[in-house]
């Protein structure tokens, strides 16, 4: 039997990929579903190659050309992020990767959850902002989540086989992005051009940047929390320039584990593709003959202060981290359209922190409010 994919996010960069892997993976795995915003002609073309029995278009406006296209095939098309999550209750799919970027992922993959899927992770924003209320809705509703970012399918490939209980910490390991080594000076006046460079990995917009300001680091410690059950304190982000190794566990009797690879996100998604099993690949090797050196170093979080934030808001819990995330996709839209410059990021974000109201235990409604103010307070701040 073939696993059944829906691939939320099958245009973004992530989405791409998992669709190279069902190319090469086709007598194992199949699509069922496929969505995008506003991607509509990329959305078509994967449509007619993979024939899903559905997909949706974001953008309401693209839904004619798409319907239109497809009119001659056996594919059902909805528009709208309302039908992204609602499609949840009808499709057959087995696992749901969920590929969006930012907040949008939430309602669609709690809508997944309800339904009883396997989530395959990427978007970490949903943890991120509700990882209290996700974790519950796992439990009652007997959902595994799979990793799929790099770091935290690396410790989840650490732990298998292993007692949570016997985990010290772990150790995120972050590239540093391409802006490593710099002080806040130098830093003032970088472009975007500049902060969309990435050293190592080649990703979506939001999540490059977010690498340039150590943000995505802060967003992973977040949600390393959430899906291992962590305590703040036992959670520890390293800088390793080569991105070779992808993260580490450290057990109580002293023993470290890491995962290690070339830095190619194919391997996470198909490992949350095929998990429990191991499925041979081509993928290329690494080698040590041309990886001489992996070295590491403490980050800076005077300089890169969005990494000091999120340690700050997962201590502080509640909706703090909901606020940091809706800040911070406000001010990196804000960056990538040149209205503001590279620390303003940062700026933003703190400011916003102490802006919105606090709310010790929210509820799904709790979260879509503070979303909403975050995001009108991080505006004003532009
Ligand atoms: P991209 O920007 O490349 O792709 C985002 C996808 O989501 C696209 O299909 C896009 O559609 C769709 N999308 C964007 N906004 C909306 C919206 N409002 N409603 C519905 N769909 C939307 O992002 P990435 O693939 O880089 O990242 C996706 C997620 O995976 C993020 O949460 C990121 O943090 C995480 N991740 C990514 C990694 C990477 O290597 N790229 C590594 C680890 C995690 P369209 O293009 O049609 O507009
Ligand atoms: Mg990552």
Redesign the pocket.
Known sequence: MKNKIAI????????TQALEIVREQSDKLEVELL?????AD??IEQALEFKPNHIVI??ETKYAQVKHALANEDIKVFAG?KA?AEIMDITSADTVL?????Y??LLPTIRAIKNRKRIAL????TLVVAGELITKLCEENGVSLIP???EHSAIFQCLVGEDLDSIDKIILTASGGPFRGKSREQLAEVTKAQALKHPN???????TI?SATLM?KG?EVIEAKWLFGLKPKQIEAVIHPQSIIHSMVEFNDGSIKAQMGLPD?KLPIHYAFFFPYRIPSDFKRMSFSEVSNLTFEQPDLHTFKNLALAYDAMDKGGNMACMLNAANEIAVDAFLKDKIKFLKIADINEACMSKVQFVKHPTLEDYIQTDKEAREVAKSLL
Not at 35 to 39: A, L, P, Q, R, V
């Open positions: 939320l996010g099958s245009t973004g960069s992530i989405g969505t995008g915003n506003s991607n990329l959305l974001a953008d992020s992204i969920t590929a969006m970027v930012g949008s992922g990427a978007n970490k924003e799929v970012d790099s990995w080649n990703m979506g917009a939001k999540i977010d995505n967003l996100m």
